[in-house]
């Protein structure tokens, strides 16, 4: 069975282009996100890890640590954070895993357990699994599991999206609705009811009974 949401993330050891981490206490009290990548060099890869950098600060305002990931040795990250920089004009910013021997993209269900050999023998289409997006909780549960083909990059405005639902849900008994941004009205979650509900947010508006609809209990303006 692979990984699924609530499970507990894979504990593991490993090096990354700013040394050696543990992962699980590399996390510690914050929220992280685990984006892999088949191999070093390639386009679609390297325009992610680009934009990555270049929106950090809007993960580290929620408190969520970003870790990248590739199959390739970590002095390779090195010389494609260089190319990352020339070709993007941010370059990464946050530790990227070198997974050569594939120990993390098995852990974390990407490979299969009986891949082996040297990583630069292996074509990005041999890797091409390994394309998640990983949201792991303080409490090192996952959160969200995301994973995309080669051929599309990934939208990271809707990862930031959907950990501003995660941490407000985490805090208030309440659901968010289609396409909700941050700031925008909410839904009670339905494992509440109305007595309930009325201590906790007095009035709703209810289109259905099952839909009741209220403002973003966190206070946070509507974005523009």
Known sequence: MGLKLGDTAPDFEAQTTEGPISFHDWIGDSWAVLFSH???FTPVCTTELGYMAQIKPEFDRRNVKIIGLSVDPTGDHEAWARDIEETQGT?????IIG????QVSKLYGML???VEGD???RTPADNQTVRNVFVIGPDKKIKLIL???MTTGRNFDEVLRVIDSLQLTAKHKVSTPVNWQRGESVIIAGSVSNDEAREIFGEWEEPKPYIRIVPDPSGDPVEA
């Open 38 to 40: 088949p191999k070093d």
């Open 91 to 95: 370059a990464p910013n946050y530790p």
């Open 99 to 102: 997974d050569a021997d594939f």
């Open 112 to 114: 299969a357990a009986d």
């Open 119 to 121: 990583p630069k023998a």
């Open 147 to 149: 994973i995309y083909p």
